[in-house]
């Protein structure tokens, strides 16, 4: 019986982990938007929209940048920080993944 309560008390804790971890992420397929900035040289940003919610995110700090002819997979959290130098709430950290569906 100690065992079982051992057991279940682990299950629960592994789980509550788990939930917390995935609070506040953010993940939505989109067609991806760059939008110059006339800043200088790559100064644009890469812009999503979330068709769910009808926000749009800036994923500019991506390490993969993507590619405007193909969906991409965005995976991230909103971002501490207040500024919004592209106009619309950053992801960070971010992640951009290509996929196999074009946008046109």
Do not use: H
Not at 80 to 85: E, G, V
């Amino acid at each position: 019986m100690k065992r079982f309560a051992l057991l279940a008390a682990l299950c629960t804790a592994t789980t509550a982990q788990a939930a917390q971890d995935t609070a506040g992420l953010v993940r939505f397929v989109a067609c991806p938007v760059y939008r110059d900035t006339d800043a200088g040289r790559k100064s644009g940003c890469w812009l999503t929209d979330d068709r769910e919610t009808g926000k749009r995110w800036d994923v500019t700090e991506s390490p993969y940048k993507p590619d405007w002819n193909f969906a991409v997979l965005v995976e991230g959290r909103p971002s501490a920080n207040a500024a919004q130098p592209c106009g619309s709430p950053a992801l960070d950290p971010v992640r951009t993944s290509r996929l196999d569906i074009p946008c046109t």
